[in-house]
């Protein structure tokens, strides 16, 4: 079945400092992938997706590119600030296009924590 | 904007009660979702519904039950509550007009079971 690895938190950074928040994962055929960001006491929402290879999602600073190769979507920004503080979930679809009901599969969440 | 509601942001219950937790949408869109979230867990699939009176179920169906009696509403049913499902509990939709699969997420409902 389909599967979502990400790494474990927390993640500490200071203000400024270079983000890297890795995901790999575990699918048949060609799965669209997202990051989805969650702040403090709200619901998820969607930061940015990729939908074949190759492709490098951007929102906010934030950038991830698609590496079937090493079946990765590893998330970065170059200089995160104390409003990026929140917990990031690596999530994939295993088809590009929209079914009745696709469905997501999600990581485990990667909570980041910013400091001035 | 795609707006979903939940009934509660906090819940607490005890053990044995029937819970209802309600997700209401503004618009007909037809996909909506139920998950619950837990630390080191990540979100799980519990069930889906792709229409009015229909349901498939999730990842983790065990303990729960849905209803969509209407377009706008799907509600998760906790038959007997039992302490295990304290959780936080996320409902989503996916908008037919959207392309690919990317999911509304509404606010949450945290729910404690004592």
């Known amino acids: 079945g389909n599967s979502v690895t990400q790494m474990e938190g927390p993640v500490t950074l200071s203000e400024e400092a270079f983000l890297t928040i890795n995901c790999t994962y575990t699918?048949?055929?060609?799965?669209?992938l997202f990051w989805y960001v969650q702040y403090p006491g709200e619901g998820l929402q969607l930061l940015l997706k990729?939908?074949?290879?190759?492709d490098k999602g951007s929102n906010k600073g934030f950038e991830a590119t698609y590496r079937k190769e090493t079946t990765s979507f590893h998330l970065e920004k170059g200089s995160v600030q104390v409003s990026d503080s929140a917990v990031y979930f690596c999530?994939?679809?295993?088809?590009?296009?929209?079914?009745?009901?696709?469905?997501?599969?999600f990581g485990t969440g990667t909570r980041l924590q910013v400091t001035l | 904007d795609v707006k979903v509601t939940q009934s509660s942001r906090y819940l607490v219950k005890r053990t044995g009660e029937k819970v209802f937790l309600e997700c209401v949408q503004d618009?007909?869109?037809?996909?909506m979702f139920w998950y619950r979230q837990d630390p080191g867990l990540g979100l799980r699939l519990i069930y889906f519904?792709?229409?009015?009176?229909?349901?498939e179920k999730g990842d983790i169906p065990e303990g729960y039950s849905v209803s969509r009696e209407k377009k706008e509403r799907f509600s998760l049913i906790l038959e007997s509550a039992s302490t295990n499902q304290t959780s936080m509990y996320l409902c989503?939709?996916?908008?037919?007009?959207?392309?690919?699969?990317?999911?509304?997420f509404g606010p949450g409902t945290r729910l404690t079971v004592l």
């Open positions: 999530a994939l679809s295993d088809s590009p296009y929209t079914g009745t009901a696709s469905k997501l599969t």
């Open positions: 699918a048949t055929g060609y799965p669209s």
């Open positions: 990729a939908t074949k290879a190759d």
């Open positions: 618009m007909d869109h037809e996909n």
């Open positions: 519904s792709y229409d009015v009176k229909m349901k």
């Open positions: 989503a939709i996916k908008p037919l007009s959207v392309s690919y699969n990317e999911q509304f």
